[in-house]
């Protein structure tokens, strides 16, 4: 493999969910804590559309905790809510790897024509920008202790590399 690619920015990937009922308060406004659910849907379709399960990569005794994380609110989501997260790779290397996340509300209309385009390249997401973040995490195996991902999971490695070079559909 070649050398590891560092802070260079992979495509977005998007996965959408509807607001439910549980996950807002009396005023129907979106609790903090459930953005961190959202992010780690974002993830999971992620690695999912690349064609790799998070069962998967557990199954090959690699898991991926979070080490560090930061959030921005800049609108309230609210029940019932169509939100698209937005989810892309910053950083990656055999030891860890980086998400930066868009959580946006969309309207019908930006909504179709996210449909009709699915690569997601650039700055401009579409949509009402609610919550910023990222998080960065590290490869350990069941010990927790530190793992090369190249080694312990080659094809997880290959795969996410095409990815941030701006591959990833497989």
Do not use: C
């Not at 909504?111 to 995490?137: A, C, I, W, Y």
Request: proline residues 4%; charged residues 30%.
């Amino acid at each position: 493999m070649e050398k590891d690619m560092e802070d260079k920015l992979g495509r977005w990937y998007e996965a959408s969910v509807r607001v439910r009922y549980q996950e807002s308060d009396q005023m129907g406004v979106v609790y903090h804590a459930n953005y961190l659910n959202w992010f780690e849907i974002g993830r999971t379709e992620m690695i999912r559309e690349l064609g790799i399960t998070y069962r998967s990569m557990e199954d090959q005794g690699v898991l991926l905790p979070v080490i560090d994380l930061d959030m921005k609110f800049s609108q309230p989501a609210r029940y019932d809510d169509e939100i698209t997260i937005f989810t892309r790779m910053t950083s990656f290397s055999k030891l860890r790897i980086g998400y930066a996340y868009e959580v946006r509300r969309l309207s019908e209309e930006e909504r179709r024509q996210l449909g009709q385009k699915r690569l997601l390249e650039g700055p401009e997401l579409p949509g009402e920008l609610l919550v910023s973040g990222s998080t960065r995490h590290v490869w350990v195996n069941r010990q927790w202790q530190p793992v090369r991902l190249d080694k312990s999971a080659p094809d997880l490695y290959e795969a996410l590399e095409l990815s941030l070079a701006g591959g990833g559909e497989q």
